[in-house]
């Protein structure tokens, strides 16, 4: 039976591959913590995390579940400073001179507030163009379906899908076989 450490190891590697290996600037996941030590857990995998470049934020929480996000920061700084991205994010009532942590905070009281806010995908990576067009169709008429629904470049999606696809496999064969998060990634 594997530990909760292990569990929430595989979790990471499966769902937050690419954005560990810096390949996307962020990724989000649920996770269940255990009944007792959950917290604390988190806690250690965010220290851990920081001390390689990457940050664990709690974005939210619904009864025992919480929604995490693993980023690296300047790669999500840079993702969110594009031009079409800021713009995206400013009419959408984000400020328009916040910071990378300011943002977030933003993203994290919108997600108590209302309903899924869709400019999620901003901060996850997804093109300015299916992130509008997933916002004016309601997820419908998209040209293609993988870790988002694609509206403009499809081959570019495919490309990089099968690029997280990759990346996911690769790192949750290296922890499920023993090998842990902190030594795939070593301390910055």
Known sequence: M???KEKLERLLAWHCAPALAGIKPADLVAWEPPERGGEKLLGEYSFMLTRRGIRLRVLGRSGERFLLLIY???RLEDCLRE?????MLSVAG?????????????????LREREFPHEIGLFLGYPPEDVEGFCRDGGKHCRYAGT?????????????????????LALYRRVSGGISL????PAA
């Open 2 to 4: 594997l530990s909760e």
């Open 72 to 74: 690296r920061p300047g």
């Open 83 to 87: 031009e079409r991205v800021a713009s």
């Open 94 to 110: 984000y400020p328009p001179d916040g910071g990378v942590e300011v943002l977030l905070n933003c993203l994290r009281c919108r």
């Open 148 to 168: 988002w629904k694609v509206y403009g470049d499809v081959e570019g999606a495919r490309r990089r899908f099968e690029a997280f696809h990759r990346c996911r």
């Open 182 to 185: 902190a030594q795939v990634f």
